[in-house]
């Protein structure tokens, strides 16, 4: 089945400490995608990739990092998390920009 | 800044009604524009895609229309149902944005039995 998954589902820690969300695809999909969404807010780009080792930011990039050494895989990670970082977040992913895309389950974040 | 707008933000029709969610976005120049939906808790679907060089799309009782020149796309949904009750997105790609795309905060449908 062709999906997006994400990793974990739901997760809270406490200021400072690192972690990563982790994003993977079965589709052979050359661009992925952060998203976080909040109430208000609507969703926002966070990071994205076209292919592997090709990275760029997006709206809101700060705070974040990420990696594509994988075509498959694109984790998100948070060096220091803060309260401000809570939210829900989404990876996604499509084979080119003219095709449809494709979304994760989401992952709740609380950083406490 | 692109924006796309959504308005209104929750809509409630009977069911069986057919209905328009309308997007409007304020940069002609789209490379496509894609509808979703989205269930409470969960990821978004995506629903219809329409390229900059096409008018509309149709799936099932779904019908997507856009018009580049005056900053419109248009979601019709026949003959609805309280299974359509969702969250309805609208996301412009814009021309030269790298395939980034800019979100509506979406309409929340609610069809009544």
């Known amino acids: 089945e062709a999906q997006v998954t994400q990793n974990p589902r739901y997760l809270i820690t406490v200021t400072g400490k690192k972690l990563t969300v982790t994003c993977s695809q079965n589709m052979n999909h050359e661009y992925m995608s952060w998203y976080r969404q909040d109430p208000g807010l609507g969703l926002r780009q966070i990071y994205y990739s076209m292919n592997v080792e090709v990275t760029d930011k997006g709206d809101v990039p700060e705070g974040y990092k990420v990696s594509r050494k994988e075509k498959r895989n694109f984790p998100l990670i948070l060096e220091s998390p803060s309260p401000n970082q809570t939210s829900l977040y989404f990876c996604?992913?499509?084979?080119?920009?003219?095709?449809?895309?494709?979304f994760g389950s989401g992952t709740q974040l609380s950083v406490l | 800044k692109q924006e796309v707008t959504q308005i209104p933000a929750a809509l409630s029709v009977p069911e069986g009604e057919n209905l328009v969610l309308n997007c409007s976005f304020t940069d002609s120049a789209i490379y496509n524009l894609q509808w979703f939906r989205q269930d409470p808790g969960k990821g978004l679907t995506s629903l219809l895609l329409?390229?900059?060089?096409?008018r509309e799309q149709t799936s099932g009782r779904l019908n997507a229309s856009l018009d580049k020149s005056s900053g419109r796309s248009t979601l019709y949904i026949a003959a609805s149902q309280p299974g359509d009750s969702a969250t309805y997105l609208c996301?412009?790609?814009?021309?030269?944005?790298?395939?980034?795309?800019?979100f509506g905060k979406g309409i929340t449908l609610s069809v009544r039995p």
């Open positions: 996301a412009v790609g814009y021309t030269g944005a790298n395939s980034k795309l800019t």
């Open positions: 329409i390229q900059s060089s096409q």
């Open positions: 996604a992913s499509s084979g080119h920009r003219a095709e449809k895309l494709f």
